[in-house]
């Protein structure tokens, strides 16, 4: 029995838990470990971590490095899946007066694959859950993905139009409308009263902050904290965001 064996709980990077069970792909995600060290947490690490940064981890924090022969993603796969093998993932909560559409798939699982040594997939076991608004819709052919750990959360009054892809763990604020085709990394958190036009790209964890406006086919790699316009690849701000679109004054 290894001392991983103790841990019956797995957490993400994003949110850490104690007692915990999780993972830091690279020196980045070892960095956001190392901005909050009050928890107690069980760590696996890649064997070309960076070894200043692993020592200035607190006592609390207990770590494992592995050998370059292991997958980093494949062995807390394992370990996440074993461990959650019989565990019900959390329930789709609708609010009040959705209109979902009979083709729109709420609650499928996600996209997230690890690599066995064999080279085989292993899909991640997700355990999350998802959380729909008052007065949302989701229409045809519409995907909302279940989260691994957490919810899918889509805030009041939000619209998601025809064959969208929402990813697993992504936010959308209040108000927010995403039109036609628009597909959201995992993790991608929107604001409140945005407009996201048709076909736009959110990379996987981008946030974006409140009233921005994505204009078509745009592809958005890194955060936005600045309420505007924004277009193109990738996507750059234009002008500033005008306030007379959420009353419905103007129309794009
Ligand atoms: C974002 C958007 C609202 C901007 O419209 P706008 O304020 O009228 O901006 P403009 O058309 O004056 O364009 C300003 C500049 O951005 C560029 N631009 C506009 N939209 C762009 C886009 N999606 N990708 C790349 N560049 C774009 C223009 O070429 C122009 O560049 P220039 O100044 O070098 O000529 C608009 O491009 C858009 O995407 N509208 C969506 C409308 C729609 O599809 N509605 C139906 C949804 S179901």
Redesign the pocket.
């Known amino acids: 029995m290894t001392e991983i064996d103790n841990y019956n709980k797995t957490c993400s990077i994003f949110n850490l838990e104690d007692g915990a069970l999780t993972f830091a792909r690279n020196d980045k995600y070892l960095k956001i470990v190392l901005n909050e060290t009050d928890k107690d947490i069980f760590l696996l690490l890649p064997y070309n971590i960076d070894m200043e940064l692993v020592s200035h981890l607190p006592k609390n924090i207990k770590y494992m490095i592995l050998t370059e022969r292991d997958s980093i993603e494949y062995v807390w796969t394992f370990i996440h899946n074993r461990i959650h093998e019989n565990t019900e993932p959390a329930p789709v909560i609708y609010g009040e007066n959705c209109n979902i559409h009979p083709t729109a798939l709420i609650g499928i699982h996600g996209n997230t694959y690890a690599i066995s040594p064999d080279r085989h997939r292993i899909h991640l076991k997700e355990i999350g859950g998802i959380v729909i608004g008052d007065n949302v819709d989701v229409e045809a052919y519409s995907i909302v993905h279940r989260s691994c750990f957490g919810n899918t959360e889509i805030g009041n009054d939000a619209k998601v139009?025809v064959m969208c892809n929402i990813g697993h763990n992504t936010k959308v604020g209040e108000r927010t409308y995403i039109?036609?085709g628009a597909k959201l990394g995992g993790g991608t958190q929107i604001g409140s009263d945005c407009?996201l036009?048709?076909n736009i790209v959110t990379h996987s964890q981008v946030k974006i902050c409140d009233k921005v406006?994505?204009?078509?086919?745009?592809y958005v790699h890194k955060d936005i904290t600045k309420s505007g316009?924004y277009?193109?690849?990738p996507a750059k701000y234009?002008?500033p965001f005008d306030e007379r679109v959420l009353k419905g004054e103007i129309q794009?």
């Not at 406006?213 to 745009?218: C, D, E, K, Q, W």
């Open positions: 139009c039109a036609p407009f036009w048709q406006m994505i204009g078509n086919a745009s316009i277009v193109g690849s234009i002008k794009w």
